[in-house]
């Protein structure tokens, strides 16, 4: 088992900037990447950033992309998402998710992020 923990959400202000934390403990060994997912109110939960381990691959949802980037800290198994150029269309319920095999098998508990405009 893996237990993902996010922290970071807020409120902020559209331009300003968020920096989401997750920390993993427990059976980190067995999972193959980390990534960043969010669902925002009435919406399908996607992908917004994540990396894939043993290619040292970073991908982002093109709506991102320059804007949000993705970090590790590999002594803290803990990620990052830091989001700047914050819009009001990021406003979402934001999930970090381990990958066992092909699944995301393990999910934290979300955070808030509410952009204002």
């Known amino acids: 088992q893996v237990q993902l923990v996010e922290s970071g959400g807020g409120v902020v202000q559209a331009g300003g900037s968020l920096r989401l934390s997750c920390t993993a403990s427990g059976h980190t060994f067995s999972t193959n990447a980390m990534g960043w997912f969010r669902q925002a109110s009435g919406k399908e939960r996607e992908f917004v950033a994540g990396?894939?381990?043993?290619?040292?691959?970073?991908y982002y949802v093109d709506s991102v992309k320059g804007r949000f980037t993705f970090s590790s800290d590999n002594a803290k198994n803990t990620v990052y998402l830091q989001m700047n150029s914050l819009k009001s269309e990021d406003t979402a319920v934001y999930y970090c998710?381990?990958?066992?095999?092909?699944?995301?098998?393990?999910w934290g508990q979300g955070t808030q992020v509410t952009v204002s405009s």
């Open positions: 990396v894939t381990w043993s290619a040292d691959i970073t």
């Open positions: 998710a381990a990958r066992k095999g092909a699944a995301y098998t393990y």
